[in-house]
């Protein structure tokens, strides 16, 4: 099979018999080359198929208007509508953006940053992976001495921009909510404490349950991956119990969704029994049977912010980034897996 060559400068220069210099020029819009010499360059980049070198033109100009997105999954509706938001905000202002997602991964969050550093992109707005702990690769986005915006998961000691809710007074509304259903064994299937947010919806939780004087029992506590597999094996376990929890607040829909399906299988009626809360308000938790109560993290807003904020940053020829929180009151919405007392 013969390899397909590339159509180079030199290429369009042999065909109208011009120095490759001038093709540049043209292609750049020059004033010092005619617009009859221009028109012809074009035409003839396009019959060749000619793509521009996007790295070399970066190297030349310091600036590729290209930004990195970094996101854990782009099959969560938080996500991919947060993403939808930064690529509209940048491509406004003559930006495209890169997408990589880590699939919950350090290794290929790691391996995703590299990529984006090599293709010289002039800022990084990232999410983190779950896995993440040690943040040195992190360090070499500031060191490249380009923005770095995080959201949703984002570490304090990174020094840097960070946009989203509060996960704290996020439990603590979940967990107000379910006390005026009159549920007094609220369980909490939440993520991995060592990410920041998911920490926080911890302990939002333990601080709502001291509030209203209800017991903190252990078992009722288990982290998680918040995957459906997951959602239904914890709260099978939760099923298993001696004693029973009337409440599950879980810190995902996705697991939300599979610990529903356990329910639904054993017959356990919902929220009568046992009360149902997620977290994300992904689109399928209100076509459910019972729709789930969740928490709308405002992916509108979080994606819009955090473009602009990187637009901030590509304006000045010097920054310096510091730790600089943008935080968002996320909304409970209130469905029938949890309404007991519905008014």
Do not use: W
Not at 44 to 62: F, T
Not at 235 to 261: E, F, H, I, R, S
């Amino acid at each position: 099979m013969a390899n397909k060559k590339k159509t180079t400068i030199k290429d369009i220069a042999n065909v109208l018999n011009i120095s490759a210099a001038a093709v540049s020029k043209a292609l750049h819009n020059n004033p010092r080359i005619s617009d009859k010499t221009k028109k012809a360059v074009l035409q003839v980049a396009q019959n060749l198929n000619y793509q521009p070198n996007h790295l070399a033109s970066a190297l030349r100009s310091g600036k590729s208007k290209l930004v990195g997105v970094i996101v854990p999954k782009t099959n969560s509706n938080f996500f991919s509508a947060t993403i939808h938001n930064i690529e509209e905000v940048l491509n406004e202002k003559g930006y495209n953006i890169i997408i990589t997602q880590s699939n919950e991964s350090y290794k290929k969050e790691c391996a995703n940053i590299d990529a984006l550093l090599f293709t010289q992109v002039d800022g990084i707005i990232a999410s983190m992976a779950n896995e993440t702990i040690d943040l040195s690769h992190f360090q070499k986005i500031k060191d490249a001495g380009i923005p770095l915006i995080t959201f949703d998961r984002g570490e304090n000691d990174l020094n840097v921009d960070y946009i989203g809710i509060d996960d704290y007074e996020s439990s603590h509304k979940i967990v107000n909510h379910l006390v005026a259903q009159d549920c007094k064994r609220i369980a909490h299937i939440g993520g991995f404490k060592r990410t920041r947010i998911y920490n926080n919806r911890i302990k939002g939780y333990i601080d709502a349950l001291k509030k209203h004087n209800l017991p903190l029992d252990n078992e009722l506590l288990i982290e998680s991956s918040l995957t459906i597999e997951d959602g239904r094996e914890k709260m099978q376990q939760l099923l298993n119990l001696t004693k029973k929890p009337d409440a599950v607040y879980v810190a995902g829909d996705y697991a939300a969704l599979g610990a529903l399906q356990v329910l639904k299988e054993q017959n356990i009626k919902i929220p009568e029994e046992i009360a149902l809360v997620g977290f994300g308000d992904e689109p399928f938790s209100k076509m459910v049977t019972p729709p789930i109560t969740s928490v709308n993290q405002h992916s509108y807003k979080i994606g819009r912010m955090a473009a602009n904020t990187f637009l901030k940053y590509a304006e000045k020829d010097t920054f310096k980034q510091s730790l600089h929180k943008q935080i968002l009151e996320s909304a409970l919405i209130i469905r029938e897996s949890s309404n007991k007392k519905p008014h």
